[in-house]
């Protein structure tokens, strides 16, 4: 059998994020969801049963505490 994919999904609090999101979610992937507006990305954390991190992808610091966080979350990242 193969195991479920881990993923990390940028952008996952609407549009084709959140699209994305669902569609893994629907596969059984783990996820982590990450976007900026806390509120909406807490809405789908909720909905989804996924982890999630508030995140702005461009402050360098906060992407590597993004991928820090997969790798305690995951061990590794199948898909970005």
Same mark, same amino acid.
């Given at each position: 059998?193969?195991?479920? &994919?881990?993923?990390?999904?940028?952008?996952?609090?609407?549009?084709?994020?959140? !699209?994305f999101?669902? !569609? $893994? *979610?629907?596969?059984?992937?783990?996820? &982590?969801?990450?976007?900026?507006?806390?509120? *909406? &990305? *807490?809405? $789908?954390?909720?909905?989804?049963?996924?982890?999630?991190?508030?995140?702005?992808? &461009?402050?360098?610091?906060?992407?590597?505490?993004? =991928?820090?966080?997969?790798? !305690?979350? =995951?061990?590794?990242v199948?898909?970005?």
């Amino acid at each position: 059998a193969s195991r479920p &994919l881990n993923a990390i999904v940028i952008g996952a609090a609407s549009g084709a994020g959140e !699209q994305f999101a669902r !569609q $893994l *979610a629907a596969r059984s992937a783990a996820l &982590l969801l990450v976007d900026r507006d806390e509120l *909406a &990305l *807490a809405r $789908l954390r909720h909905e989804l049963g996924a982890e999630a991190l508030h995140c702005d992808v &461009l402050d360098e610091l906060k992407v590597a505490a993004m =991928f820090d966080a997969a790798d !305690q979350l =995951f061990g590794h990242v199948d898909l970005l």
